[in-house]
């Protein structure tokens, strides 16, 4: 007994209902008079979270599938509960684990032509803010939403045209293509009040040797790629290994930075990969100079780091504020002053509207403040310090750092 519906699974013994793999949900509710959007997620032990992910998102779908890799917690009860209270159409799947990509796309087939557009997000990703479905134009094929994760902001593709059959590639870090040959349509849905909080809660965070493991696959996919790479994974695998390396931590920062300078010799990367692994590269020389005494990095190969990922994309702050603290931190006052002084004239909104990988908003406007108010300090530049210290003191979005501030006046105040 492989597939039922829900009225059938009901009546079945405990022993039956092992055996079932799909649970069809016939759904009360009746589609409305736009293009129809359903939801598709994969999960396995969520029940911390799917909840919260499903509710985000009931009042803009039409259909659901959730496809279930072995849960042996709550995952399913919550499901169930979701669908007979929402009384949206569509299905439960229990599938074996072949790898990310393999049960993605399997996941996708689910829900291919169930309606118009299918948006998909992990079992940990919440939708946030006042998202219209009705923005949702049936000439497009692809949606990006913005992402955030902590202080780091991207753009994800989240909305695909539901006609189309679409293919996960990749052993981790995911990428999708469209398998028909069509010069795909893509748009942002933008507006700062509405983007997926990506947060990064699902149940693999619990395994100590998630990014390490990750890593691992990454690497072995760069040389399985390098002669035979029809899905332009080769480039892509050699920065994401450096990426889990990195967010392995210890020992592996290390591997991390081999992987990340390998990625900067490769040929034909994309330019926001490389502005990201140079400035990664900087971090780390400086990181593995505190932790790894056999390696040895001076201030002037972390600026000359900082320097090449700003020859590359000059219109981005993080490069030029971080330069700005290398500068501070190594007594060279006047440079750290004016690095930082122009970083603050570059505008998020801007570079949100330009750019899509991993931006940083604390190192934009006002979060220079602090560091700027340093350069400033040691300069003898008192009002203009004070002046940047006051305002942001009273922002309710700084209010964790008033205490390090009001010590900050202190200081202005003995000049």
């Known amino acids: 007994m492989q597939e039922v519906t829900f009225s059938i699974w009901e009546q079945l013994s405990e022993n039956k209902k092992k055996k079932v793999k799909k649970i069809i949900f016939p759904g009360k509710v009746k589609q409305v008079n736009r293009p129809t959007m359903a939801f598709a997620t994969m999960c396995k032990n969520e029940e911390h979270c799917i909840g919260k992910t499903l509710d985000a998102i009931k009042g803009y779908i ?160 760069y040389w399985e790629t390098l002669v035979v790479d029809p899905d332009n994974l080769n480039s892509r695998s050699a920065f994401y290994c450096a990426q889990s390396y990195r967010d392995q931590g210890g020992r592996y920062l290390v591997d991390a930075l081999k992987w990340y300078s390998k990625y900067i010799t490769l040929k034909a990367t994309w330019i926001e990969e490389e502005y990201i692994a140079r400035l990664e590269i900087a971090d780390l020389q400086q990181r593995i100079n505190n932790n790894d005494s056999s390696m040895n990095f001076s201030i002037e190969d972390v600026e000359f780091s900082y320097l090449n990922a700003i020859s590359i994309i000059n219109d981005r702050a993080e490069a030029y504020f971080q330069l700005g603290k290398l500068y501070n931190y190594s007594k060279q006052y006047q440079k750290a002053y004016d690095i930082l002084l122009g970083a603050k004239k570059i505008l998020l909104s801007d570079v949100i509207d330009k750019y899509q990988l991993f931006i940083n908003e604390k190192q934009y406007g006002l979060w220079i403040n602090d560091e700027l108010a340093v350069s400033c300090y040691y300069l003898k530049r008192k009002a203009e310090g004070v002046n940047l210290i006051n305002e942001v003191i009273e922002l309710q979005e700084h209010k964790y750092r008033k205490k390090h501030y009001i010590k900050s006046l202190e200081y202005f105040n003995q000049l």
């Open 62 to 221: 039409d259909y659901l599938v959730v496809a279930d890799n072995g849960s042996e917690d709550g995952t399913f009860d919550i499901v169930k509960s979701f669908f007979l209270e929402t009384g949206l159409p569509g299905s439960w799947h229990l599938d074996k684990w072949y790898g990310f990509d393999q049960n993605k796309t399997l996941m996708m087939s689910y829900v291919k032509d169930k309606t118009d557009y299918v948006m998909h997000l992990d079992a940990d990703d919440f939708l946030v803010g006042d998202f219209r479905s009705d923005i949702i134009d049936s000439g497009i094929d692809q949606y990006f939403i913005l992402n955030k994760r902590g202080e780091s902001n991207y753009w994800c593709s989240v909305i695909y045209n539901n006609r189309l059959t679409w293919k996960f590639c990749g052993v981790a870090h995911t990428i999708i293509k469209c398998l028909e040959n069509k010069d795909l349509q893509i748009k942002k849905i933008e507006g700062g009040d509405v983007y997926i909080d990506n947060t990064g809660i699902g149940a693999r965070v619990l395994d100590p040797e998630k990014f390490l493991k990750d890593a691992k696959k990454l690497e072995s996919q």
